[in-house]
């Protein structure tokens, strides 16, 4: 499908691209660069790519596709340092879960005639690293692709058609509103697991370990989201923050109304809520994207 690829980070997420196009044979080489020696040095020693470079000049060098796999906040620098280096009529996308502040970092690095179309694989697990993919992360997984002004309707298809090759069922959604709804399903939810945390950490303190050695089912859900890559977090949140700040803002109205219900005595209103969230849940499972298993069917997968 691509005669070169160049994977610029080499995380969970390019690390589970490599083995799915090489599962689908999508490539003919896989060419790999991460800023850290040591990932470097993993990603060779693992057979991570079919030749791991040591400079961003020399791993987009003749590439057609270039997927950005670095953390929201280092792509502009990124596309700033390989812009030069790409070949005309190259894609460049990346799988960032924020849109419009990538499009703001990215387009502008960009030579004429390189084509840009943003992407974001809605898949991934806590785990982080060279060591943490595989294959079939994306399987049956969404991937939004978010064209740009004046993107090649033929690039657009090949690049679905990409991700469609990896496992994926693709959509294209506007910048602004891909925004909003990731702030709904992952970036506001991520937020209240970390904060959740940090408040059992602190009642941990005083119940001499407790809430850890006694954690039932949905604390320890909150801390396997909770475990996820700092760095990429902070800069989801710093990038995001207009749609994650109006999506906390309609979550502690709910929360207020949810407290009054309980100080009131109100199980009516708790009832009906319940029931309400339990069908969304039982919407998600219908819909193919996660399973009522105990293990929510990770157990077999990092």
């Not at 679905?160 to 959509?171: C, H, I, M, S």
């Not at 970390?194 to 009642?203: F, H, K, N, R, S």
Request: with cysteine; hydrophobic share 45%; net charge negative.
């Amino acid at each position: 499908m691509y005669d070169r690829v160049a994977l610029i980070g080499l995380g969970l997420i390019a690390s589970s691209i490599f083995w799915a196009m090489k599962r689908g044979a999508l490539a003919g080489e896989v060419t790999g660069y991460a800023r850290s020696s040591e990932t470097r040095d993993t990603a060779r020693r693992i057979g991570l790519c079919d030749r791991v470079c040591d400079s961003i000049a020399e791993a987009v060098d003749g590439a057609d596709l270039i997927v950005l796999c670095v953390p929201v906040g280092a792509m502009g620098d990124v596309a700033g340092e390989m812009g030069p280096h790409l070949a005309p009529g190259a894609m460049v996308t990346d799988v960032g879960s924020v849109k419009r502040a990538v499009i703001d970092a990215v387009a502008p690095h960009l030579p004429e005639g390189v084509h840009f179309v943003p992407g974001h694989p809605l898949a991934g697990t806590e785990h982080s690293g060279p060591e943490s993919g595989f294959a079939e992360l994306f399987d049956n997984r969404w991937c939004l692709l978010v064209p740009v002004e004046g993107s090649d309707v033929d690039a657009v298809a090949q690049l679905r058609a990409f991700w469609e090759g990896l496992g994926a069922n693709v959509e294209e959604m506007d910048p602004d509103h891909h925004d909003l709804v990731v702030a709904v399903t992952s970036h506001a939810p991520h937020l209240i697991a970390y904060t959740m945390v940090g408040v059992a950490d602190d009642l941990r303190r005083v119940t001499d370990s407790e809430v850890i050695k006694f954690s039932a089912g949905g604390f320890r859900d909150f801390t396997r989201i909770a475990a996820s890559d700092p760095t990429m977090w902070r800069d989801v949140f710093l990038n995001n923050k207009d749609a994650t700040l109006e999506i906390l803002g309609r979550f502690t109205e709910e929360l207020f109304a949810l407290q009054r219900a309980i100080r009131r005595g109100d199980g009516d209103h708790l009832h009906a809520y319940f029931t309400r969230t339990r069908a969304i849940r039982r919407g998600i499972i219908e819909a193919g994207q996660d399973t009522d298993a105990p293990d929510f069917g990770r157990g077999a997968k990092r």
